[in-house]
């Protein structure tokens, strides 16, 4: 099983950025899916995640800003975030618990990582 980010990049504060999340490989038709974030001297921390019913868990700092989203077998994720400010620079991790239940995954449930794409937001 393979994740493939991609859509990182430099932003200006308050500008927009997409990331996507695919997952190859994968022997199960829907997949448990989150974005994590891990700045310099933290530790990772939930942005937020897609359950296989599609339902969706955000981080307090992120919501009415962030949406992830999936197609219908989330094979493919994405991330969109919006009024980006300095303190959503890091690194961004896409993780897949294939074949999860019902529910979001807690951070240890995760069986697979991307390689993490950079987000920079400068002011």
């Known amino acids: 099983v393979q994740l493939v980010e991609s859509g990182g990049g430099l932003v200006q504060a308050g500008g927009s950025l997409r990331l996507s999340c695919a997952i190859s490989?994968?022997?199960?038709?829907?997949?448990?899916m989150g974005w994590y974030r891990q700045a310099p001297g933290k530790q990772r921390e939930l942005v937020a995640s897609?359950?296989?019913?599609?339902?969706?868990k955000y981080a307090d700092s992120v919501k009415g800003r962030f949406t992830i989203s999936g197609d219908n077998t989330k094979n493919t994720v994405w991330l969109q975030m919006n009024s980006l400010k300095q303190e959503d620079t890091a690194v961004y991790f896409c993780a897949a618990a294939p074949g999860y239940g019902l529910g979001h995954p807690d951070f240890y449930e995760y069986d697979y990582w991307g390689q993490g794409t950079q987000v920079t937001v400068s002011s």
């Open positions: 490989g994968s022997i199960f038709i829907r997949n448990a």
């Open positions: 897609i359950a296989s019913d599609d339902s969706t």
